[in-house]
Nanobody, 124 residues
């Protein structure tokens, strides 16, 4: 079992930055690929970024490429999402998820565990 707890969300002006964190329980965190997803009001949840178990492999959605960076610290059982140049359309609940594989991508079905989410609101 892996429990995931997101933090770091909040209200930020457009153009600003936030760093989300996702703390995982369990001793096997380093064996899981991790992902970030988001869900805006009235929309389906969408993929944001994913990182391999080692941190060497990363993939992100085109909508956030060059603005968001995913990283992980296996010693701290934590995955991060650094979000820069935030836009109004980045407003959403952000979820982290863990996949029981070395690499993961945009398919929600690949993920075994999900956090409760953290709200990010970008204002003009």
């Amino acid at each position: 079992q892996v429990q995931l707890v997101e933090s770091g969300g909040g209200l930020v002006q457009a153009g600003g930055s936030l760093r989300l964190s996702c703390a995982a329980s369990g001793r096997t965190f380093s064996s899981y690929a991790m992902g970030w997803f988001r869900q805006a009001p009235g929309k389906e949840r969408e993929f944001v970024a994913a990182i391999s178990w080692s941190g060497a492999g990363k993939v992100s959605a085109d909508s956030v490429k060059d603005r968001f960076t995913i990283s992980r610290d296996n010693a701290k059982n934590t995955v991060y999402l650094q979000m820069n140049s935030l836009k109004l359309e980045d407003t959403a609940v952000y979820y982290c998820a863990a996949a029981g594989t070395s690499h993961s991508g945009p398919k929600e079905g690949d993920y075994d565990y999900w956090g409760q989410g953290t709200q990010v609101t970008v204002s003009s």
